[in-house]
């Protein structure tokens, strides 16, 4: 989960913002470049304890694949690890400081198990399963064979972990036109970055967590393209479209907005930033 929002009228700082690491943010604000405000209330419908509300403004989609390095590469091998032992103490510490890692999952790894994939594997307790879903770890969100969160733990036989992962989703599409939606998104963010993402094997953003909030905007940075991709889905049913800018920060006139739908692509905009 990413806790940086975008005031109404700050939006180009928030594009800042998204293209910068946290430090560098904190610098920015002291010296008055970027204004920004920070939204605590995060989480997921039926699994919040009573009296909490929602506000899921900005996710992250972790694609880094094999691009990571220094800090954030051992940040995200000691997510992984105290996840995979159980240590779900040290699990929150990690995502208390650092939240947007809470889909997170081992770079290089084969798996693709986030957090909530070890907590249903592991039959985790009820209470650490509704706090990675409080932090904002998505429950569609599949593992390297296809697996949710709820299909891991329902694979072991925890029936009451596999009950507390079962999504709620906020809205609707048909499976067929999301699948499109998604195939045709992709081949808008290879037709830009094609080079990068081979590079990098980055793992492209699957589309079904945007059902699990009434109102989500998802950021997915590219390595080397010093930016990266923010969408959202508006509409439902099969009238569903997918809203997409695209980005590179050290060329002037790079941004693109298309919006995607199960019929295709359109670029509707072009050379903002």
Request: charged share 25%.
């Given at each position: 989960?990413?806790?940086?929002?975008?005031?109404?009228?700050?939006?180009?700082?928030?594009?800042?913002?998204?293209?910068?690491?946290?430090?560098?943010?904190?610098?920015?604000?002291?010296?008055?470049?970027?204004?920004?405000?920070?939204?605590?209330?995060?989480?997921?419908?039926?699994?919040?304890?009573?009296?909490?509300?929602?506000?899921?403004?900005?996710?992250?989609?972790?694609?880094?694949?094999?691009?990571?390095?220094?800090?954030?590469?051992?940040?995200?091998?000691?997510?992984?690890?105290?996840?995979?032992?159980?240590d779900w103490a040290v699990v929150a510490a990690i995502l208390e400081e650092e939240p947007?890692?809470?889909?997170?999952?081992?770079?290089?790894?084969?798996?693709?198990?986030?957090?909530?994939?070890?907590?249903?594997?592991?039959?985790?307790?009820?209470?650490?399963?509704?706090?990675?879903?409080?932090?904002?770890?998505?429950?569609?969100?599949?593992?390297?064979?296809?697996?949710?969160?709820?299909?891991?733990?329902?694979?072991?036989?925890?029936?009451?972990?596999?009950?507390?992962?079962?999504?709620?989703?906020?809205?609707?599409?048909?499976?067929?036109?999301?699948?499109?939606?998604?195939?045709?998104?992709?081949?808008?963010?290879?037709?830009?970055?094609?080079?990068?993402?081979?590079?990098?094997?980055?793992?492209?953003?699957?589309?079904?967590?945007?059902?699990?909030?009434?109102?989500?905007?998802?950021?997915?940075?590219?390595?080397?393209?010093?930016?990266?991709?923010?969408?959202?889905?508006?509409?439902?049913?099969?009238?569903?479209?997918?809203?997409?800018?695209?980005?590179?920060?050290?060329?002037?006139?790079?941004?693109?907005?298309?919006?995607?739908?199960?019929?295709?692509?359109?670029?509707?905009?072009?050379?903002?930033?």
């Amino acid at each position: 989960m990413h806790l940086l929002t975008a005031q109404e009228t700050e939006r180009d700082d928030w594009k800042k913002a998204q293209l910068m690491g946290l430090s560098d943010i904190i610098d920015a604000v002291a010296e008055g470049g970027i204004e920004f405000t920070c939204d605590f209330e995060t989480g997921l419908h039926d699994h919040l304890p009573e009296g909490m509300t929602m506000r899921v403004t900005e996710m992250i989609w972790d694609g880094a694949g094999v691009a990571l390095s220094g800090d954030d590469l051992q940040l995200q091998h000691k997510l992984a690890d105290a996840a995979k032992r159980c240590d779900w103490a040290v699990v929150a510490a990690i995502l208390e400081e650092e939240p947007r890692l809470v889909n997170s999952t081992r770079p290089g790894g084969p798996s693709l198990f986030a957090p909530l994939h070890q907590a249903a594997y592991a039959n985790a307790p009820v209470e650490v399963i509704r706090d990675l879903v409080a932090r904002g770890g998505w429950l569609t969100l599949e593992n390297a064979r296809g697996e949710r969160p709820v299909d891991v733990a329902t694979r072991r036989g925890h029936n009451e972990a596999a009950a507390e992962l079962e999504p709620r989703l906020a809205r609707t599409v048909p499976y067929g036109v999301l699948a499109k939606i998604q195939q045709h998104f992709h081949e808008v963010i290879r037709g830009r970055v094609a080079d990068l993402v081979e590079e990098s094997r980055l793992r492209l953003p699957e589309l079904q967590p945007l059902l699990e909030t009434e109102t989500c905007e998802v950021y997915f940075p590219v390595p080397g393209m010093y930016g990266g991709f923010s969408y959202c889905l508006e509409e439902e049913g099969v009238e569903a479209k997918l809203v997409a800018e695209s980005w590179c920060r050290v060329a002037g006139g790079s941004g693109q907005r298309h919006e995607i739908t199960s019929a295709g692509s359109t670029l509707v905009a072009e050379g903002f930033v």
